[in-house]
């Protein structure tokens, strides 16, 4: 076991981490019948509360995404009643109770909100990211945090890739990269290919587990280091980014497509009607085929 010390300096000004928890109970989070998505929460919550170990200027945000909305876990709004219900046992640190507590009240919330209204398939985890871009630029508008503050976005999910929010999640990494955001994600058992394509244009880590339970090990020896702390490290060899599209009618990476003029949305197969937006292209008059004339015979001259 190494103990790892790490001094504080004046001049440090700490790190931003917004986690991004994919909430949405797929096939991936099934184990022998039972759900093992509790244990990987615990993981994520172990994770955030490390990350605000290591530097007393360290912020944090939490934020779940399920197939219906996206909601804030942590931290709970100042005018919120429940944080008087907030606790801490005797021998417990104060923060590590307040996180701990508000995840879990804050994910039953958003679980049952879900369940209750009508069930859709896909997870808005590219909803979540844009909530989770908003808060770190609002932070450094209002000078909460300083501008060069080092700010990233960890994603955990197993969804997999969603070719509906192609255009939202393209949105979010370009944004990313342009207010200097790294991306980093961390997938379950299912390879997102929209995921590794972030991770690279913003210089993050992208990395696929297949054992869940090694789940918290892997977040504290890859993703919780800073970018910088990276540069010194051993980590996995980045895998190969594949920059090909995936059609909207039947999610198949293509070169050669069409592309939607209203929504961008892309497709392998010619289509007279746009099956994101509904717009109706106007096709210009067919070009008609001339036949060649028919040269006259002349009589044979005897």
Request: charged share 20%; glycine share 4%.
């Amino acid at each position: 076991m190494f103990t790892v010390i790490r001094f504080y300096l004046g001049e440090d000004q700490g790190s931003l981490v917004v986690a991004v928890v994919d909430l949405n109970p797929s096939p991936q989070m099934i184990r022998d019948g039972e759900c093992i998505m509790p244990k990987c929460l615990d993981a994520i919550i172990a994770f955030c509360c490390s990350h605000m170990m290591l530097n007393p200027l360290n912020k944090l945000a939490i934020i779940g995404c399920h197939t219906r909305q996206s909601a804030f876990l942590y931290p709970l709004p100042a005018s919120s009643l429940e944080l008087e219900d907030f606790r801490p046992p005797d021998g417990q640190y104060e923060l590590f109770a307040n996180i701990k507590n508000a995840v879990h009240a804050n994910v039953k919330k958003l679980v049952l909100q879900s369940v209750e209204d009508e069930i859709y398939t896909e997870s808005l985890v590219a909803g979540a990211m844009t909530m989770a871009l908003c808060y770190i630029h609002r932070l450094r508008k209002q000078q909460i945090v300083e501008k060069k503050m080092p700010a990233k976005i960890l994603v955990v999910s197993a969804s997999g890739d969603s070719a509906s929010q192609y255009m939202n999640f393209m949105n979010v990494f370009f944004t990313s990269q342009k207010e200097g955001v790294y991306i980093d994600a961390c997938v379950i058992e299912k390879d997102s290919g929209l995921l590794q394509q972030g991770c690279d244009i913003t210089g993050g880590m992208y990395l696929k587990i297949q054992n869940v339970p090694s789940l918290l090990q892997y977040l504290l020896w890859i993703f919780l280091p800073t970018a910088e702390t990276r540069k010194q490290m051993i980590l996995p060899s980045r895998v190969h980014v594949d920059y090909r599209a995936a059609c909207f009618c039947h999610r198949n990476l293509i070169e050669i497509g069409y592309v939607c003029s209203v929504c961008l949305s892309i497709f392998c197969t010619f289509s007279p009607i746009c099956s994101t937006c509904q717009t109706a292209f106007k096709l210009g008059p067919l070009p008609t085929i001339i036949g060649k004339k028919k040269r006259k015979q002349m009589p044979l001259r005897q």
